[in-house]
């Protein structure tokens, strides 16, 4: 696909979520569907600058989101919009600290809705609003094809489709933790389970990576690492 393709497809999956609030009257009867507009959208996200990279901390890109009942994604999109704004050339260069970067903006958003369309179309807004940030910098061909199986597979685990208050103990959602060498450490958890209390992402842990996990290898090693024995008995 040409850039000038490229740059279209990522202008009209952001344009779906500028006009319109609704996508029918059998949705808002059905599933209570009404979106929310691009304009409170941002107005909301501004009330909370701490939570998104800056001039001062634009390193800041860490910060977790969950959207509950994410629609077709606009949250979502402005929130990673947001979070990618700082991620530069100048600041990681054109490789692997550039890529990684990129994903841990991507990694530490997460939506759930009911609506398996709308996960679709949320995952859709998400990976073009990324690809579009790397072809920005890095031109046409400039990403990775384990970068973008990574996007691909973190996407898979972080947008999801439930009911975010029936199914609540069942959710699955997978923390991605950043770790030296374009690597991520991830737990496996049912963060909205009821044991948990008060709701927090993550502060139940069950499954979790023993050996960090480079990006590359992301979409392939689907389940969590286990170090050899040598490496457990060292420890």
């Given amino acids: ?115 398996d369309d709308n996960v679709r179309e949320s995952r859709e807004r998400m990976r073009a609003v990324i690809g579009a940030h790397v072809e920005e910098y890095l031109g046409v061909d400039g990403s990775t094809a384990g970068f973008v199986a990574a996007v691909d597979a973190i996407l898979a685990t972080n947008i999801v489709c439930a009911d975010t208050l029936s199914d609540a103990a069942e959710i699955e959602l997978v923390e991605y933790q950043p770790r030296d060498g374009g690597t991520f450490v991830r737990e496996w958890s049912r963060p909205l389970h009821p044991a948990v209390g008060e709701p927090n992402l993550f502060s139940l842990q069950s499954r979790r990576d023993e050996v960090p996990v480079h990006y590359t290898e992301l979409a392939r090693q689907i389940e969590p690492t286990a170090a050899d024995l040598t490496q457990r008995k060292a420890a």
């Fill in 1 to 115: 696909m040409e850039a000038r393709q490229r740059k279209a497809l990522a202008s009209a999956v952001q344009d779906r979520g500028r006009h319109g609030q609704i996508k029918s009257r059998d949705r808002v009867r059905g599933l209570a569907e009404v979106y929310t507009h691009e304009r409170e959208v941002k107005a909301m996200l501004d009330l909370v600058p701490d939570m998104f990279p800056s001039a001062r901390d634009p390193g800041n890109t860490d910060r977790t989101f969950l959207e509950p009942a994410c629609g077709h994604g606009n949250f979502l999109v402005e929130i990673l919009h947001r979070k990618l704004t700082f991620v530069t050339l100048q600041r990681y260069g054109c490789g692997e600290r550039f890529e990684h970067r990129a994903l841990r903006c991507l990694a530490s958003v997460y939506g759930i809705d009911i609506c």
